[in-house]
């Protein structure tokens, strides 16, 4: 089945709900600790960019941008927009490789998970070592080496965690996906 | 760690019976004067309003501690965060030196910077009880009806209600695991290396992670199989009718933004108020 872009069916909707609960529990409660204070590994990243490559940019986009949004408002009270709109932004871009994948049929080689991780470093860097640095001194006015600063860490960080984590998924998922045309008749 | 998310007990004043969709307009609203501006008073007045509001809605502090305490880590790491990076951007954005104290060349203490500090911790301050407010007095289904009228689309709508409504559900099943692999031994704590605890903390997540997708399957089938999404629109049963307290509030809202607005323009000529020149 030939699979669009932006497609927006009842399946990635439930996608979105779920997928954005699972990022807010992991985006509050599963960081993994480098060592270096505040830089903790978010590993809803991993998940956000797992998601954002089976059901598309929406999708993606969405899941980060409301659990983001939703884990910071539960903890702070608030959000801090400028993040929450890069976040949305990171996932929405790596969404782009969806129509590429054919993962749910099992397919997931070599050649996919470069592709997958070109795309997930290109849009982790667009995010948030230029659009959130952008975003916090245009809407904060955040001192500029401090926003840059924090950007290129993150963007380092969540490359890491999307990477990691989401080709991992992406290899775990695809073994669990029968193969097209995997059933031989028997003679 | 429990599911603190929503913690929504109803009760019966003038906040709580406001509908979604006057509370998130006046959310926005307030929260972008305040983003908006940088003029100290102005933010000042804003944030007693919001402790008006909090006090009027009759949540209990014991509700919002927790909260209360990773904001106040965030503002003070931010202040610090600030003070390291640039100490001296008060100067530039004000554009005079009141020196008050040095012990060193780049970190001399000016009058800019403590106000340009004390500001932006005051900014960030001043909207957390409405965020509050606005998490812990609204119905969630209710949320996702008054985002809808809003004029976001349904369908997003609807994603976020599925969002609220599986949040506690996944929480469980997350502890759920995690015991569970724990008594396997597991170990999550920092006496574990790194890349050992990356493993562990996988073998919780995958499980997690592929329920969900199963689940995902399930509702998605159920919806279908009711004809959702089959019209171009939707109605919600608990959304409420708006009454004339909610104009009012929205009024209200709208006149805050609307000051903070002019304030910039008419008054101040910038965003920063600015008290040295």
């Not at chain 1, 089945?1 to 439930?14: D, P, R």
């Not at chain 2, 599986?166 to 790194?194: H, N, T, V, W």
Request: charged fraction near 15%.
């Amino acid at each position: 089945m030939e699979k669009k872009l932006f497609e927006f069916k009842t399946k990635t909707i439930v996608a979105t709900g779920l997928g954005a609960a699972l990022f807010t529990l992991l985006f509050m409660y599963v960081k993994i600790p480098t060592g270096i204070p505040e830089t903790d590994i978010q590993t809803a990243y991993g998940i956000g960019a797992f998601f954002a490559a089976l059901f598309g940019p929406i999708a993606g986009g969405l899941i980060a941008f409301i659990g983001h949004a939703l884990s910071d408002s539960i903890q702070y009270g608030s959000a801090w927009w400028s993040w929450v709109i890069a976040s949305g932004l990171s996932c929405f871009l790596i969404g782009f490789v969806y129509p590429k994948m054919r993962v749910e049929e099992g397919v997931f080689g070599k050649k996919d998970i470069i592709r997958f991780n070109v795309y997930q470093i290109v849009a982790n860097a667009i995010s948030w070592a230029v659009v959130a640095p952008i975003l916090d001194i245009v809407v904060y006015a955040e001192p500029v080496n401090l926003v840059f600063t924090q950007g290129i860490v993150a963007t380092i960080m969540n490359a890491i965690s999307a990477g990691v984590i989401g080709s991992v998924l992406l290899v775990l998922y695809s073994k669990t996906r029968s193969k097209k045309g995997s059933l031989s008749k028997e003679s | 760690m429990k599911a603190k998310l929503f913690d929504y007990i109803d009760r019966d004043n003038f906040i709580f019976n406001l509908s979604g969709l006057t509370k998130l307009v006046c959310f926005i609203c307030m929260t972008f004067s305040v983003m908006f501006s940088y003029d100290i008073r102005y933010i000042l007045l804003v944030m007693l309003l919001s402790l008006i509001f909090f006090k009027m809605s009759g949540l209990q502090f014991k509700q919002i501690k927790l909260m209360t305490i990773y904001v106040i880590i965030f503002l003070a790491m931010n202040f610090f965060l600030t003070y390291l990076f640039s100490p001296q951007y008060g100067i530039e954005i004000y554009g005079t030196n009141h020196e008050l104290f040095r012990f060193s060349g780049r970190y001399t203490v000016t009058l800019e910077q403590l106000l340009y500090q004390v500001t932006k911790i005051t900014k960030y301050a001043s909207v957390v009880p409405m965020g509050m407010i606005f998490l812990l007095t609204t119905n969630p289904s209710e949320f996702a009806a008054s985002l809808n009228r809003v004029g976001i689309n349904y369908k997003g709508a609807y994603a976020l209600s599925l969002t609220l409504r599986y949040f506690p559900d996944m929480i469980r099943d997350y502890q759920d695991i995690a015991l569970a692999q724990q008594s396997r031994g597991l170990d999550l704590s920092k006496k574990e290396k790194l890349g050992v605890r990356v493993k562990n903390i996988m073998n919780i997540c995958v499980p997690l992670i592929f329920s969900t997708l199963d689940r995902i399957e399930l509702i998605s089938n159920a919806m279908e199989l009711r004809g959702f999404g089959k019209h171009k629109k939707r109605t919600w049963y608990v959304a409420k009718p708006l009454k004339k307290g909610d104009w009012f509030s929205m009024l209200f809202g709208a006149v805050v933004l609307a000051g903070s607005l002019a304030l910039t323009i008419f008054v101040n000529g910038s965003r920063f108020w600015n008290p040295f020149v």
